[in-house]
């Protein structure tokens, strides 16, 4: 597990089975239990928080990350690589997050 992968996560009701981005920092992954990730979600709304993702990127289809959504779950519901990102797009995260959590000050 590294900070850009996407796994499919099973996250407790009502969310259900569904892609995530990786969000700790990758010496995290080592020696926790819990990490940090956000929903990745078909549902586009155009809006700061998103990151689009597509085929290009290792996804199935279009979607985005919603990095309005960022949440730490158990590693123990994570069960399948689906794709790493690449650095221009984990660029274009740490901005959304920045945007989302109002850092840009």
Request: hydrophobic share 45%; aromatic share 4%.
């Amino acid at each position: 597990m590294r900070l850009g992968e996407v796994w499919w996560a099973n996250l407790p009701p009502p969310i259900g089975r569904r892609p995530v981005l990786l969000l700790s920092r990758d010496a995290a992954y080592q020696v926790r239990t819990s990490i940090t990730v956000s929903v990745i979600t078909r549902t586009i709304r155009h809006i700061p928080v998103e990151v689009p993702l597509g085929v290009e990127d290792g996804m199935p289809e279009k979607c985005v990350v919603n990095l309005d959504d960022i949440m730490t779950i158990p590693k123990s519901l994570l069960n399948e690589r689906i794709t790493t990102l690449p650095h221009a797009k984990m660029d274009l995260v740490a901005k959304a997050i920045s945007f989302a959590l109002d850092l840009e000050r």
